[in-house]
């Protein structure tokens, strides 16, 4: 089944509603009163959404295998949820929900027994519900459906834009209340609008990990523990985690094309990009490793490793069905190689990315983090901020090169506009093909 704009943002909105009435029900049952368990203030939980969304999009080859379709929903899912809850950590520097108190849990944000109610819920989503809910959609008049659809995006918007607010006015008040102290934060208060403070009080009510005195008190306590001279790129923040990106991009280009050379005896290109050898891939599965596993950097290799196995194998089956939907190509495929599904993993590489893994937070990481460091404060974020316009240039430049080059290789006439013309000069077959040497255009 391929699933376009309309039913995607028809399942989206769908299970959002059923995931609030599942939130909110459980809420009820345990505080014995109605919470609204949702971020925005419209009944949805966005993140049961994008679940459903995500499993539509990337667990379809799978609907014929029961048991890596129930694998597959619980990787997935445990992906979304570990994602969304380190950016709302982010924000808030606590915890939306915390599983730390259940058997196998990571970091608070996923465990075991959720994980496997998400997989079942991938195998009844993909098996049963997502017809279901399409049919019922295609009640719908296609007119009357769309405008449904279009002004229920309106509304999410405009209210997920007001729950931004709220949550960028929280933060204002603790900045505030920190440099002016607790006698003006009457005042602080009074700054925000009616719907701003109504919608705070609901994030509290429903939340009360999100209290300003408790996120105040934190926020004391760490400005304490900083003293002394500031180090560029210190912990496991942006500027850290975005130059590791590219040194991880940079080794995985040179890895793979060693890797390449010893084994097929063939030197070819590796890189993701038009500009330069990097490999978009290992250089996002460098960060992931690096933002998921750093707080586990001292538990045993063997440990590292089954993480590193898991999340790689995930995180390059992704990889490989986004790559095909947005640009109709593959870029690899492992289908001569035992142990694979549906040719976008194998075990053999999976095992690679535990090992990958392993080296990385053992050794190399360390090593660069130490060298990072050393790097003074104002060259490092004028260079980290001109390699990222780069590589958004690099990325935007690759992506229409490889756009032409599909249109010109499916398409019987593929236009012939200025930028058409500029790509087909800077970017001919041959140029495209010596880059990326095993694309396979994918055929409608």
Known sequence: MEYGFYPLAWLFFIYSFAGWVLETAQAAVVHKKFMNRGFINLPLCPIYGTVAVSFALF?????HTWFFLFLGGMILSAFVELISGKLLEAIFHRKWWDYSNQKFQFEGYICLKYSILWGLFGVL??????????????????LVGEIVVWVLIALFAVDFISSAAAVAQMKVRLGRIDEIGDGLGVLTDRLGNALTRRIQRRMVKAYPNLQVEKLLEERRARA???TGEKVFAEGCGFYKLTLLFFIGAFLGDIVETIFCYVTAGVLMSRSSVVYGPFSIVWGLGAVLLTAILYRWRDKSDRYIFVVGTVLGGAYEYVCSVFTELVFGTVFWDYSKIPFNLGGRINLLYCFFWGIAAVVWLKVVYPRLSALIEKIPM???????WVLVVFMIFNMIVSSLAMARYVERNTVADPGTGPLAQLLDERFPDERMERIYPNAIIVDD
């Open 125 to 142: 989503c993909m098996k049963l519900l997502n017809p279901l809910v399409l049919r019922l959609g295609a009640l719908f008049p296609p």
């Open 378 to 384: 104002r060259p490092g974020v004028i260079i980290t």
């Open 224 to 226: 304490q523990q900083k």
């Open 59 to 63: 667990l379809q080859e799978l609907t």
